[in-house]
Structure formats: structure tokens, C-alpha cells
């Protein structure tokens, strides 16, 4: 089963002429066809844009890159150039962009083969996966329990071996949690490393693209493959691309830090901080000191990411009005009504719930909120730059609970938030972390852990996750 | 999931439920005209859930106020921006262009 092989695997084959794009593709097409009437990863397949690429790939035999033929999958709010790109919104379900996201281009000059558009929680914001206007995902370990989000279908078809790799966004833990509900590596990069142009999001200060495989070397190769400066992004950085350098070597003296305060929060399930608190023992085996901090400031955190990242989402999805493109209702009498009706039947609950509260914070000039929550994400990321003085890394887990069964969910919004207490800190401070799999809990779901570091310092985590990896082995 | 983790549930669902109902009056007053200004029209169910959702995220909104923000700027994005200069395409417009400029179809009567 080719489609069960890791990327550096399917590169030593093809180097080889050991198996032939057309067959790792047709693996991986089978396997969607198979599988995914039940677990939703994809909103649109391009099978036969696949098998053209392959079989010319094959024609021309010289392989360009180490992604050449391997075959990946898209979130669906990454513009690809005459491919729908939905958000897994009503808004947008007949889109077609007429140009692509550099992160695209970038995968195509890399001879990558295209398998399709992967579903998520409706124009990125939800933690689910259940958001999505088509249908929602399910976690491949077992279908009644969620995939996470918002980039659901990027890990799951991962997981469930319908992609070699997939790309994914985060903005408040979009790749991070749904990894670890997945059982697979997720990279969340250094805000500004890969570029944004042609990324459909909804808080600019927030988000950054990045990939998710099935092994954190794997994760190095796609990582190197999409990042670097794009004069098209206002927040593209030039910075150092290296992300293999230190991957081999060993952990021997390195510190890591645990934040107090959220070992001490009781919403942690007894499952997860058994893994997690495993994760430790892991690491002292490499030679790691592993540390337990105090990090006061984190308990803003959730709150300022709310506040921040919803009155960032108001202003841009204001833009989806019916007039430009999109969905647009069908009867109304004037221009207050067309935008009015439009946005009522074109958005999802959890997106007009946000843009609502986005609309209340960015009006409410009494306690000025928003102004409070970025006073709050400067104290925080002060606290981060502190530790990352002494330590190499900050480990946590990557979500109190594991992936929750559909109809389950927590019973208020302040519940369902909670899930991303240990996500939020990082997008707020644009830091780089890598979410990887541990163990599974009693009911055999995932459990993960989120391995974060100081800007640019994308190599630690992957040098930490490699050697963990090959300590733990890769989940099955 | 363990005992304690369904007493802490139980606790916390009765904090909530606490503090809902001491500022849901206010969110009512809100809601209206909040769909206005964001221009969304809801259906009556989804302005309920909508009302009761926004009462929790406004309870959580108070803990930055914890934190001493005297002689702290806030944070607006974590990297430099660079502004980005295109020039100007048109594609495919021709059959819309007059006298320079374009014309652009009449949407709403």
C-alpha cells in the first residue's frame, strides 16, 4: 500500500524508480474513493487533474524537487486558480478563483500532484470541524467523534491516508488541534514565514499557512518547500529557510519549559494529562531538563484572542455582501436589504456569531476592550521572549480534551473556547509550534502535545519532534 | 473522563448559567442593533443561541482588565508590514470600457 509510506519513503522509491507517481497516485485515489464517503476530508476531488500530472511526471522521469509527485491536498481557503475554492461557505460554494495563492504556485513548481480541496469549519473559524456548509469531518480513528478545526479535512484525509501531506491555516489553533485529534504533525511557522497571498482568511494579525503530514520530518520537507518571502504579502519576512539543519541532532542538555498554570487547570481530562505528563518522562530520556514555569500572563490569553481575532473577523468578511461575488439573495427591495439578506442566508451560525461579537467590540468605546485584549498580547508575548532566554521550547498539551463525539460538545460557548487555551498564546505571538501525537486515551482517540519556541526557531521544534518521534514511534 | 472533571463541568455550568442571566438583558437591548451595523438578518432562532453565546464571550472580555496595562503599548501584529504596490490590470473588459474608464453593470434598481 504505497499511500501508507511516509513522504522521505515515496521520495527514496521514486529516486529509485521503485514505483511510479501514476501508482502512489492511483493509491491515494482509492483510498478517497473508499474512505472518504464516510470521513468528509474533501470538498472537491481533481482526480483526473491528478492522473494528467502523474502520467506527465512519469513521461518526463527527472524528478525537480523532493516533492515532485507526491501527492497532496489543499484547505479549501487557499486559492487555486480555476479550482472552486468554498471556504466551505454558501457564500462562496461556486467560487473559482481566477488566480492562485503563492503557497499553491509554490507546491506546483514543485512538481507536487494536486488531489483536491479539503473541507474545514466555514472561512476558518470553528474548532470542529462540524462547521462546514457541505458536510461535516470525521476523525478517522472513529467517525462518531470530531476531526477538530477549522482545518479538519487537511488532517484528517492526512491521517486516513487519502493525502501525503496537506496544507492547512491557524489562527487560533486551526492546525495544531485538529493534528492532534488526528493523531498527525502539524507546524503552526513563525507569523510572516509562508506567504498569505491568495489565502482566503478572517484575522490578518492572526493567521499564517502550514503543513500537516504523517511524520515530523516529513513536516521539515513540505515546510521548506512553501516558506519564503513574497513581495505579494505586507507581513512576508526574509528570513533563514533551513528547517532540517539540527533535525538529527539529539536533545542531550536542552530545557524545556511547562507553564504552572496550565498544569494546574482542572479542565484538563485525566487522559490527557497522563499523556502529557508521559511526554515529560519521553524527554528526560533524550536528556532534556524539563522545567515547570510560571507563565501568569497566559490567562488572558483566550480572551484577548476572542477579542482580538472577532473584531478583526467583522471588518474582513464585510467584504462578502453580494455585490462583488458570491452568494447573493435572490429577492430584496433595496441595497440594505440585498447586503442584509445576502449575509443572513450566505453565512454559517459560528461565522455570524463572530462577526457579530467582532461588531460589538469594535462599537464598544466605554471599556475599549480591543484596545485592552493588544495591551494584553504585548505582556504576553514579553513573558514568552523571557523564557525563551532560558529555554529552548515551552511544551503543552495541544487541547484539554480529546477529539469530542458529534452531538457532545460542551454545553456553552465559554466551554467549547476552553479548547483552545493552549493554541491562542501562540498565534497572539506569531511564535512557531509543532503539534505531534503522544498516545491514545481509554477510548483509543489521539492525545497531542504542542512543542512551541522563540521566533524563526522552526529547526528546535523540529529537532525536539524528531527525536521524540523516534523515541515514541509514530502512532498507529 | 473522570469524576472530578464532570464535578468541575457541573460547577462551572452553574457559574454560567450565573452570570448569563445577569447580563443577558443588556445583550438583548444589543443584538438588533448589532445585526444592523454588520448587516447580517437573522432568523429568531439563531438570534436566540446568538444572544445567549454573546453573554458568555462578554464575561470572559473582563480578564485583561486583570492584568496591569499602565506604560504598555498593545500589540497590533507580531512582524514588520511592507506595503505592497501592483499596478493596475484590466482583463477582460473590454466590452465594458468607455471613453478611459468602466463601466460597471447596474446591480440594484
Do not use: W
Not at chain 1, 29 to 43: G, P, Q, V, Y
Amino acid at each position: 500500500m504505497p499511500n501508507r509510506l511516509s513522504i522521505s519513503e515515496c521520495i527514496k522509491l521514486l529516486d529509485n524508480r521503485e514505483i511510479k507517481v501514476t501508482e502512489l497516485v492511483n493509491a491515494y485515489l482509492r483510498e478517497i474513493e473508499n474512505r472518504d464517503e464516510e470521513i468528509n476530508a474533501f470538498i472537491t476531488v481533481t482526480k483526473d487533474e491528478a492522473l494528467e500530472k502523474a502520467e506527465e511526471l512519469d513521461r518526463k522521469g527527472k524528478r525537480i524537487s523532493p516533492l515532485s509527485g507526491i501527492p497532496g491536498g489543499i484547505k479549501d481557503n487557499i486559492c487555486t486558480k480555476n479550482i472552486n475554492t468554498t471556504c466551505a461557505s454558501k457564500m462562496l460554494k461556486d467560487f473559482v478563483p481566477k488566480y492562485s495563492a503563492t503557497v499553491y504556485e509554490r507546491l506546483l513548481d514543485n512538481d507536487f500532484v494536486m488531489l483536491g480541496k479539503l473541507n474545514m469549519d466555514e472561512f476558518a473559524i470553528g474548532g470542529g470541524g462540524e462547521y462546514s456548509y457541505f458536510k461535516p469531518v470525521k476523525n478517522p480513528y472513529n467517525i462518531s467523534h470530531m476531526a477538530g478545526g477549522s482545518s479538519s479535512g487537511s488532517a484528517a484525509s492526512v491521517a486516513a491516508f487519502e493525502c501525503a501531506f496537506s496544507l492547512g491555516t491557524d489562527t487560533g489553533g486551526s492546525i495544531l488541534k485538529p493534528s492532534s485529534y488526528c493523531g498527525v504533525v502539524g507546524m503552526k511557522p513563525t507569523f510572516g514565514t509562508v506567504s498569505r497571498y491568495g489565502v482566503v482568511g478572517f484575522a490578518p494579525s492572526l493567521e499564517q499557512t502550514g503543513p500537516i503530514t504523517r511524520t515530523v520530518l516529513d513536516n521539515a520537507i513540505v515546510l521548506s518547500k512553501i516558506a519564503g518571502h513574497d513581495e505579494k504579502d505586507p507581513c512576508s519576512i526574509k528570513r533563514d529557510l533551513d528547517f532540517l539543519q539540527d533535525i538529527d541532532k539529539g536533545l542531550k542538555g536542552l530545557k524545556i519549559a511547562v507553564p504552572k498554570e496550565l498544569m494546574d487547570m482542572d479542565v484538563i481530562q485525566r487522559d490527557v494529562r497522563k499523556c502529557y505528563e508521559k511526554s515529560f518522562e519521553i524527554f528526560k530520556e533524550l536528556g532534556c531538563q524539563v522545567d515547570v514555569v510560571s507563565m501568569p500572563s497566559l490567562q488572558y490569553s483566550l480572551s484577548a484572542y476572542y477579542a482580538i481575532s472577532s473584531s478583526e473577523s467583522a471588518s474582513t468578511l464585510a467584504r462578502y455582501d453580494g455585490i462583488r461575488y458570491g452568494h447573493r439573495t435572490e429577492e430584496y427591495s433595496n441595497i440594505e436589504e440585498l447586503y442584509e439578506k445576502t449575509r443572513g442566508e450566505g453565512f454559517g451560525i459560528d461565522v455570524k456569531k463572530r462577526i457579530l461579537f467582532g461588531t460589538f467590540l469594535l462599537v464598544e468605546k466605554e471599556k475599549n476592550y480591543l484596545d485592552k485584549a493588544r495591551k494584553a498580547r504585548t505582556i504576553l508575548m514579553n513573558e514568552y521572549e523571557r523564557l525563551f532566554k532560558e529555554y529552548s521550547i515551552v511544551l503543552t498539551p495541544a487541547s484539554p480534551i480529546t477529539a469530542p463525539a458529534f452531538g457532545e460538545k460542551q454545553s456553552n460557548a465559554l466551554e467549547k473556547y476552553y479548547e483552545d487555551i493552549f493554541t491562542t498564546p501562540i498565534n497572539l505571538c506569531g511564535i512557531p509550534a509543532l503539534s505531534m501525537p503522544v498516545c491514545k486515551d481509554s477510548n483509543g482517540l489521539p492525545v497531542g502535545i504542542i512543542l512551541s519556541a522563540r521566533h524563526y526557531d522552526e529547526k528546535t521544534l523540529y529537532r525536539f519532534g524528531h527525536a521524540f518521534e523516534a523515541a515514541r514511534g509514530i502512532l498507529k | 473522563m473522570d469524576a472530578l472533571f464532570l464535578i468541575n463541568f457541573a460547577l462551572k455550568h452553574i457559574y454560567d448559567i450565573f452570570l448569563t442571566t445577569k447580563v443577558l438583558e443588556v445583550i438583548i437591548l444589543d443584538i438588533t442593533n448589532l445585526e444592523k451595523l454588520a448587516k447580517i438578518r437573522l432568523t429568531e432562532e439563531e438570534r436566540k443561541e446568538i444572544e445567549k453565546d454573546l453573554a458568555y464571550f462578554t464575561t470572559m472580555l473582563e480578564d485583561p482588565f486583570k492584568a496591569d496595562t499602565s506604560n504598555v503599548q498593545g500589540t497590533t501584529i507580531v512582524s514588520h508590514t511592507e506595503n505592497v504596490y501592483r499596478d493596475d490590470l484590466v482583463e477582460d473588459f473590454e466590452d465594458l470600457l468607455f471613453d478611459g474608464e468602466i463601466i460597471v453593470p447596474r446591480i440594484v434598481e
